[in-house]
């Protein structure tokens, strides 16, 4: 399988919609309810790209595979080194690496930005995501207990975090 990463087309959005919206539907990976709209989508990723934060993408061949991004953390001032981050990969290609090239990416355009630090929060119960973290040198660093109530139960929000 070959995957090329590139920045964010405006193209792309229909296929990240599909793969948030599936996360939405069927994961704690996300903490919303309601499917997302496509203006809705657009508007999230043209906020990112207009405070100069990165979103991009995962190809193989002419089919959208995953994407990430990052984010301001905390809106003060003082945190305008740290960013938080998000990865997801099409439900039928997860496992196969393409997480990794994404992370990985994020990671080298973080560090030519001059950022500081990068903060991943994951539901507690995501053991694979939390591991996959763990193997790009994030280390937890607290569990916000019952932050959030989805399919009928209350979650718990692993705060993990690593220098860029």
Known sequence: ????????????????????????????????????????????LEDKLSKGFPVIVALEGEQL??????????????YKYTVEHSVYAHPDCVGKGIGSMLLQALLDIAKKQNLHTMIGVIDSENKSSIAFHERFGFKTV????????????WLDAVLMMRKV
């Open 65 to 78: 595979v995953g994407f990430g991004y990052y984010g301001e953390f905390r809106f003060r001032e003082a």
């Open 1 to 44: 399988m070959k995957i090329e990463i590139r920045p964010y087309r405006p193209e792309d959005t229909p296929a990240i919609l599909d793969i948030i919206n599936y996360n939405i539907l069927h994961s704690a990976a996300l903490y919303d309810y309601h499917p997302r709209s496509l203006e809705q989508q657009t508007a999230m």
């Open 142 to 153: 607290g569990v916000l207990e019952e932050v959030g109530f989805k399919f009928d139960r």
